[in-house]
């Protein structure tokens, strides 16, 4: 008797985790299977941490199961030393022998991968046939429709936008309370007192599926950056729901707030730990935005922290997709202000005496995890001064936080980060002094760098560097309306005193760049 003949192919990658996706409408157990493969080359490409390897492996496996248990066939490859090195070898190989009527997938969150996919199946004559993606709230072609012929691209007027066509926090044509926006009311810091007693987030223990997946990452990449040991993400959607239900009944009340607060040894204060969930579609953000508006409707959570939070989730994230797909292929080659200089060893080893780069790198590798502005103002902001190349600094963090996918990654490192689009996204660099890590935490207090002080023994690395890149760049932001203060007060700097620090600037640089790369050879991304 032949073997059975199918009819669609479904193809579901690692961060494609949806049960509820247009792929499975019309999915029919009888003559259709899924198709998921885990190859060495996604974590390989970027030099990817142990916690991002097991995170796509260990939530790629649950899913399997999950389909399994629907009754439905899943041709699933396990990572094997013996097996195809990539997806798109894996797929070759799998359509020659399964010989499926058609494939079907929805868009690939990477470009490459948009476009390779369906190559492979030019290749094999089999129809790849794009299905619709529900996970998001604005698919290319209205992102393309509100983007028309603009050159510069800002979140406030498309999170406006969004929010009036979605009918989230507006009243009778105009925003709840009055305002678009509650920034100025979500910019808190701890006194010295500190955060005081947090809710720990709900833990997700390794089951036996994830156990053996973190078994397979400690001995397959061992020569990976990263730790395993407090690995506790949510892998499947009932612990993505979970999740959310923590955050919304624990954190998200002070969320807004303390947004922009660090405090050292505290990698999660009042964050959601959703993003990952949610970047590998474990959890719908409509869901996510729903649970905070009806706990503002019910009094648990104030207006500024669920506003504060709608606008990540439903403004920056649909942002950033959509700025994605509009600038591809070319946007990895941004590089507006000519950044040169070699990603740091240390940032994949934490081996800093800078206390707040530290502790930002050392919650990286041990969680695969930094709240948005560690990864803005810390780690991001450390590159922007030093004229870090903006490749080198995307693919760092693309390979070292679980929620990294290249959609959302891209955009948020090269666009607001590192202003290597020259100002599509943003209006200006976010580029500060050590005086602002100072302001938002406590890891001043323990850092043998002084953070007003700019030359010397004890100048803080980041306000050397922060009046070294004010001087390097003045012709292009001397003038911009939006940075003039800052370069007002470069010129306030005696010429003496602004030859010491840029001289010290560029020793630092020197001696961070003749730092040996701890990388192997074949891993340097982008």
């Not at 579609?281 to 503002?296: D, M, T, Y």
């Not at 689009?421 to 200006?428: E, L, N, Y």
Request: include cysteine; aromatic fraction near 12%; charge should be neutral.
């Amino acid at each position: 008797m032949g073997k059975k003949a199918i009819r669609n192919l479904v193809v579901v990658l690692g961060d494609q985790l949806d049960a509820e996706s247009s792929v499975f409408d019309d999915f029919d157990p009888a003559c259709d299977a899924v198709w998921m493969a885990e190859v060495a080359h996604e974590a390989t490409q970027v030099w990817s941490t142990q916690p991002r390897i097991a995170m796509f492996l260990a939530a790629m496996r649950h899913f399997r199961d999950h389909l399994r248990g629907r009754g439905w066939t899943v041709h699933y490859l396990e990572l094997d030393d013996a097996g195809p090195e990539s997806l798109e070898a894996a797929l070759a190989a799998d359509l020659a022998r399964l010989r499926p009527e058609h494939v079907i997938a929805v868009r690939p969150g990477e470009w490459r991968l948009a476009q390779s996919l369906p190559a492979i199946c030019r290749e094999a004559g089999v129809p790849w046939i794009p299905y619709p993606d529900r996970h998001f709230y604005c698919d290319g072609d209205d992102f393309a429709d509100w983007a028309g012929k603009r050159r510069e691209f800002r979140l406030e007027f498309f999170y406006r936008w969004l929010r009036k066509r979605e009918g989230i926090l507006m009243q009778d044509g105009q925003p709840v309370g009055g305002q678009w926006n509650y920034d100025a009311d979500n910019r808190g810091s701890f006194d010295r007192r500190g955060p005081g007693l947090l809710p720990a987030p709900i833990s997700f223990p390794p089951d036996a599926t994830t156990r053996e997946v973190l078994a397979v990452v400690q001995a397959r990449f061992a020569s990976h950056p990263g730790r395993l040991e407090s690995f506790d993400w949510p892998l499947d959607a009932t612990q993505a729901q979970q999740a959310l239900d923590d955050f919304i009944a624990h954190r998200l009340p002070l969320f807004g707030r303390y947004q922009d607060a660090m405090w050292e040894g505290e990698p999660w204060l009042y964050h959601s730990r959703l993003s990952a969930a949610m970047n590998l579609k474990l959890l719908s953000p409509r869901r996510v935005v729903e649970a905070a508006l009806e706990a503002w409707r019910q009094g648990r959570a104030p207006l500024e922290a669920v506003e504060g939070f709608v606008r990540q989730v439903l403004g920056w994230r649909e942002f950033v997709r959509g700025m994605y797909w509009l600038r591809m292929p070319g946007f990895p080659d941004d590089n507006a202000l000519q950044a040169q200089a070699p990603l740091p060893a240390f940032y994949w080893t934490a081996d800093t005496d800078m206390a707040c780069l530290r502790d930002a790198l050392r919650q990286t590798l041990d969680h695969g995890y930094a709240h948005h502005i560690q990864r803005l103002m810390v780690t991001g902001l450390f590159a922007l001064l030093l004229g870090v190349r903006p490749r080198e600094v995307h693919a760092w963090y693309l390979a070292v936080y679980v929620d990294a996918v290249e959609w959302v990654e891209l955009p948020n490192v090269l666009g607001m980060s590192q202003y290597a689009d020259g100002g599509r996204m943003v209006s200006k660099p976010y580029a500060a002094s050590g005086n602002y890590i100072r302001k938002m935490s406590n890891h001043c207090a323990g850092c043998r760098f002084k953070p007003d002080v700019a030359v010397g023994p004890q100048a803080c690395p980041y306000t050397t560097l922060y009046w070294d890149f004010l001087a390097r760049h003045e012709a292009r932001f001397a003038r911009h309306p939006r940075t003039a203060l800052q370069w007002k007060n470069l010129g306030r700097k005696p010429a003496d005193e602004l030859a010491a620090i840029r001289a010290q600037a560029q020793s630092l640089r020197d001696a961070l760049s003749a730092a040996p790369d701890s990388r192997p050879t074949h891993a340097g991304g982008g």
